[in-house]
């Protein structure tokens, strides 16, 4: 059975930082792709970023790509999210999730690419708020 467990979220002010960890079991991060997705409160759940079984990349939020970097340490089984320069439109609750093998070009919400991501993580709580 796949798990995805997120930790590392919390609050943080204006201009801060934090990296969200996804902890996967049950599955090898050389076989599989993991995207970490956002939803902040009454709005469509939407991409960040995937890193996939050779460690490509792609950023589903191009304006979020100055600030936000996905890295994976494939020992521990665990893929990062470096969030800096944290702002209050950044509050949402951050999600990882799986699917086979590489990233899709795109994840749009409700997608058969974002479907295709068939393992979710409970979510961590980020509110950017001084």
């Known amino acids: 059975q796949v798990q995805l467990v997120e930790s590392g979220g919390g609050l943080v002010q204006p201009g801060g930082s934090l990296r969200l960890s996804c902890v996967v079991s049950?599955?090898?991060?050389?076989?599989?792709?993991i995207g970490w997705f956002r939803q902040a409160p009454g709005k469509e759940r939407e991409g960040v970023s995937c890193?996939?079984?050779?460690?490509?990349?792609?950023s589903y939020a191009g304006y979020l790509e100055s600030r936000f970097t996905i890295s994976r340490d494939v020992a521990k089984n665990t893929v990062y999210l470096q969030m800096n320069n944290l702002k209050p439109e950044d509050t949402a609750v951050y999600y990882c999730?799986?699917?086979?093998?590489?990233?899709?070009?795109?994840?749009?919400?409700?997608?058969?690419?974002?479907?295709?991501?068939?393992?979710w993580g409970q979510g961590t709580q980020v509110t950017v708020s001084s």
């Open positions: 999730a799986r699917r086979s093998y590489r990233c899709p070009s795109s994840a749009n919400y409700g997608s058969a690419n974002y479907r295709a991501f068939s393992s």
């Open positions: 049950g599955a090898s991060l050389n076989y599989n792709a």
């Open positions: 890193i996939g079984d050779s460690g490509g990349v792609s």
